[in-house]
């Protein structure tokens, strides 16, 4: 399986994406972003691509490939609408719309977020935007699309945050977090878990298209035994 992954370096794309390494059917990685993930794999290709909102420059490298796995994401906070908007959807809709064009047979899993808005007139600004993002995707012509609502989320393997608050926040509820993953496993969901889901919805489909925590925490738990050591 030849796979696309935007959103490798931030703190879940950075658990996902070590997923990714370690399963033995997916043959091929490719990563797209601003920045580098700084890690030497045989199966691993990357591409910096400065300007997330036009993907004419690489398009002739982005066909060919059986899925791509989406977790670029920002917090909202002290964002206005529109600024959180050209962040969230149009970045999102800008690859989806050239990769849909370009693989036909692609499957698209993007991550979203526990409580976004499918109406997309709800009162939460950032839940409005990523139910909208959503919806579109949902309308493109993939071979099929998944949205991912995790919730709470326990980097492991060092994972970590770009945004400074959420390292901040992490420094103070991590010694806590195991506990109460613990006591809720299907909400309080860890990167290798979401990683794990990606794969497994990737290769054999899922019941419904948008999954909630509880989804992701099931099927990261079926994903078999395809993967290898570090």
Known sequence: MKVIIFGATGMLGQGVFREFLLDNEISSLLTVGRTATGIANPKLLEIQLADLLDYRPIEGRLA???????????????MKEADYKRLTYCITLAAAETLSRLNLEMVFIYVSGAGADSSERGRVMWARVKGRTENA?????????????PGVIRPMHGAVSKTTSYRLLYAVISPVLPVLQW???????????VGRAMIRVAKGGYSQQILEAADIYTAGREIGVNHVSL
Do not use: H, N, Q, V
């Open 64 to 78: 060919g490939f059986d899925a791509c796995f989406f977790c670029l994401g920002i917090s909202s906070a002290g």
């Open 137 to 149: 995707l949902l309308k493109l012509p993939f071979r099929d699309a998944y949205m991912l609502r």
């Open 183 to 193: 006591a809720f496993p299907s909400s309080i969901l860890t990167t290798d878990i």
